[in-house]
C-alpha cells in the first residue's frame, strides 16, 4: 500500500493544523497506522498511533493531551494537532505495521513525509 501524508505547514506555537494520510488501498482492520516525526540531526520518533480494527489510540508523552489521531473510512487517518509547540517543528510521516509497536522499523509502509515548522 501507499500512503500520501499532507496537511503541514507553519504556523505559530500555540496554534495547530490537522494532518492527513491516505492509503492507496483499503487498510485491513488488523492494521496499525502510526505517526512519526523527524527533526534535523536527530532520529526518527514515535508520535502515536492507531490500531485500525477496533479504534485504540496510543500516543508519545510528549503529544499526550495536544495531538489526536483519528480515522475516516476505510483508508484516511488524521493527526490533529493542537497547542504546538517550537519543539514539535518536523517532518511527519505516517507509516503502516501489521502489529501494536512503536519502533519505526517495524513498520512496512511509509508515506513521503510532510513539514510543519512551529514559529516562537
Known amino acids: 500500500v501507499q500512503l500520501q501524508a499532507s496537511g503541514g505547514g507553519l504556523v505559530q506555537a500555540g496554534g495547530s493544523l490537522r494532518l492527513s494520510c491516505v492509503a492507496s488501498?483499503?487498510?485491513?482492520?488488523?492494521?496499525?497506522m502510526g505517526w512519526f516525526r523527524q527533526a534535523p540531526g536527530k532520529e526518527r520518533e514515535f508520535v502515536g498511533l492507531?490500531?485500525?480494527?477496533?479504534?485504540?489510540v496510543y500516543y508519545a508523552d510528549s503529544v499526550k493531551g495536544r495531538f489526536t489521531i483519528s480515522k475516516s473510512g476505510a483508508e484516511t487517518v488524521y493527526l490533529q494537532m493542537n497547542s504546538l509547540k517550537p519543539e514539535d517543528t518536523a517532518v511527519y510521516y505516517c507509516?503502516?505495521?501489521?502489529?501494536?509497536?512503536?519502533?519505526?522499523?517495524?513498520?512496512?509502509?511509509w508515506g513521503q513525509g510532510t513539514q510543519v515548522t512551529v514559529s516562537s
Open positions: 492507531i490500531r485500525w480494527g477496533v479504534g485504540r
Open positions: 507509516a503502516r505495521a501489521v502489529d501494536f509497536t512503536t519502533a519505526p522499523s517495524q513498520y512496512t509502509s
Open positions: 488501498s483499503r487498510i485491513f482492520s488488523s492494521a496499525v
